[in-house]
């Protein structure tokens, strides 16, 4: 079973900053997540940030040079870094990861930009 919990979320005024971590929990394997996802209510959720296994990361536009997002694969745990944060990036972020021909999310840590 592949267990995912994000953390880190919160209350953050415009410009600032917030770092969230995703890990997995597995008995049987060492994986790391493989990306942040987002979703505001009403809407869907969209692609923040992914990583590949071979280190290739994608970043959707809208973050480009706001958001970093690295792996500690020891720990089985990916970080995603956000700066210069702006009202719109409130939204639930969500990590997941592709094991096995299965898709596994997380329960979600909601992030708010307000001052």
């Known amino acids: 079973q592949v267990q995912l919990v994000e953390s880190g979320g919160g209350l953050v005024q415009p410009g600032g900053s917030l770092r969230l971590s995703c890990t997995i929990s597995s008995s049987s394997v060492s994986i790391t997540p493989d990306g942040w996802y987002r979703q505001t209510p009403g809407n869907q959720r969209e692609l923040v940030a992914v990583?590949?296994?071979?280190?290739?990361?994608h970043f959707a536009d809208s973050v480009k040079g706001r958001f970093t997002i690295w792996r500690d694969i020891a720990k089985n745990t990916v970080y995603l870094q956000i700066n210069n944060m702006k009202p719109e990036d409130t939204a639930t972020y969500y990590c997941n990861v592709l094991f096995s021909g299965a898709l596994y999310w997380g329960q979600g840590t909601p992030v708010t930009v307000s001052s």
């Open positions: 990583i590949a296994s071979d280190g290739e990361i």
